[in-house]
């Protein structure tokens, strides 16, 4: 029967253990030097290594003839509790036994010496299911614990474990894997499985399994399938991501304000049936990627891959600026929870992007900054004078030839310019951009800012709030 690459590779002695070095060393010293607690609390997240470390250390502890701490995995007492026929080590599920008959059962349990191996272990997985009353029934056993018995807690949520427990056992972090150790044990999975794999695919399988190597194993599972050979193109297809050429192209696209281009994208996403909350999620990883490019001045050392792709983000980050990076990535999430929460989702999905090419259509407080953040970058206009519209232009009367003009700068455009900085300072961001398309003068004192009823800018400047 075929066994999972997971199943088929988990390690068998600390030294094969990725990435957990820091409770890999600590273990070993306490077999070697005789020092084991009678209580171990392991917590991380999923495929760390937090039930292989129990199993190792159960195994052990109860060896005949231990090596630096590891167990030979060849005398009777190995052998037997790997393959179950040694009765003397339990793994037990709280999620499905979290009651406190369960844990009363096995008070009853601990007070017998073991049958063949030297010390009962208990392996208790996600232990944070257990109820109140099942973790007060297990306190007197953790308190005052038989000689022969060793408990070993994992969980993946260790905040919903009371302190009395915690405070009863010796507790081991795991951390998440690096995407370089991931990627290094793919390939030598690679190798004893015979299948050529390459670094680019290696590198998209270990991001994607976001340090559980137990995931990563599982993907590399699926995109074997018979093929000699694992490419970067096979893994996409066969997870279903979407290439990170078609990415940088979205990325460009909302950045030059394309709406049309994200609408096409899009529709051929959905033509192969690509989820869009994934979708939206990738484009984001990406903007993430272009934020920390442009924050560490182009550095690599955040990032997880380099070469071409690290050129080619370099050069999307320059297309935006930050305030615009974060009011995508906000749209994006908004829109993967409303993806979840209505009914018709391709049409959530457009709008997102819809909203995400056209800024101006939004008013929320990204939206604001990442406008004014374009403007900075892009400098505003000075206004060209321009004549006044017959319509909206009353005659001028004749001046005196005594009458002399205090200031007339508005032929070379000075005045706008002056005008327009003093309006920034002062926090009028908000109409700087609508006096393109009015005509300023400074006469005996007077200043004069001619636009007709029916335009933007006439009501805009003409409320009090302005002047």
Do not use: W
């Not at 470390?53 to 590891?70: L, M, Q, T, W, Y």
């Amino acid at each position: 029967m075929y066994r999972a690459l997971y199943r088929k590779y988990r390690p068998q002695t600390f030294e094969d253990v990725v990435g957990q070095e820091h409770i890999v060393k600590t273990l070993q010293n306490q077999i070697i030097n005789n020092k084991i607690s009678h209580a171990y609390m392991f917590t991380g997240t999923r495929g760390t290594g937090k039930t292989t470390c129990a199993k190792i250390f159960a195994r052990a502890v109860n060896c005949v003839s231990p090596e630096n701490g590891d167990p030979c995995n060849e005398c009777e007492i190995c052998r037997g509790i790997s393959n179950g026929s040694i009765m003397d080590v339990f793994e037990i599920d709280a999620a499905s036994n979290n009651g406190v008959d369960d844990i009363r059962e096995l008070r009853e349990d601990v007070i017998f010496t073991p049958a063949q191996a030297k010390y009962k272990v208990y392996i208790i997985d996600e232990v944070h299911m257990l109820s109140t009353a099942a973790f007060n029934a297990l306190l007197k056993t953790l308190e005052d614990p038989p000689e022969h018995i060793i408990f070993i807690f994992a969980t993946t949520e260790i905040n919903k474990v009371p302190q009395t427990i915690l405070s009863r056992c010796q507790r081991f972090d795991f951390k998440r894997i690096t995407v370089e150790d991931i990627a290094n044990r793919l390939k030598k999975v690679a190798v004893s499985e015979k299948i050529e794999l390459d670094d680019d695919a290696a590198l998209l399988i270990a991001r994607m399994a976001d340090g559980a190597l137990r995931d990563a194993l599982s993907i590399l599972d699926r995109c074997i399938d018979g093929n000699a050979a694992v490419t970067l193109t096979v893994v996409e297809k066969t997870v279903g991501v979407c290439p990170f050429d078609e990415l940088a192209k979205v990325i460009s696209a909302f950045a030059g304000h394309d709406t049309a281009a994200l609408l096409e994208f899009y529709a051929r996403c959905r033509q192969t049936s690509r989820d869009a909350a994934s979708l939206f999620s990738e484009i984001c990883s990406v903007l993430r990627d272009m934020m920390v490019v442009r924050l560490s001045c182009g550095t690599s050392n955040l990032l997880s891959y380099g070469g071409d792709r690290l050129e080619t983000v370099t050069k999307l980050s320059e297309m935006l600026t930050l305030e615009e990076m974060t009011r995508a990535v906000t749209l994006l999430q908004n829109g993967i929870y409303d993806i979840s929460r209505y009914k018709d989702k391709h049409i959530m999905a457009e709008l997102t992007l819809i909203k995400l090419a056209n800024p101006q259509i939004g008013e929320s407080t990204e939206d604001l900054q990442a406008r004014i953040s374009r403007l900075e970058v892009l400098g505003v206009p000075s206004a060209p004078r321009k004549e006044a519209k017959a319509s909206s232009k009353k005659p001028e009367k004749p001046k005196p030839e005594t009458a002399k003009p205090a200031a007339p700068t508005a032929q070379d455009g000075e005045l706008n310019e002056k005008l327009i900085k003093a309006l920034s300072l002062t926090g009028g961001n908000a109409f700087v951009p609508f006096l393109e398309d009015i005509v300023i003068r400074f006469e005996n004192g007077i200043l004069n800012i001619e636009c007709a009823k029916d335009e933007l800018a006439y009501s805009i400047i003409s409320t009090p709030e302005s002047v």
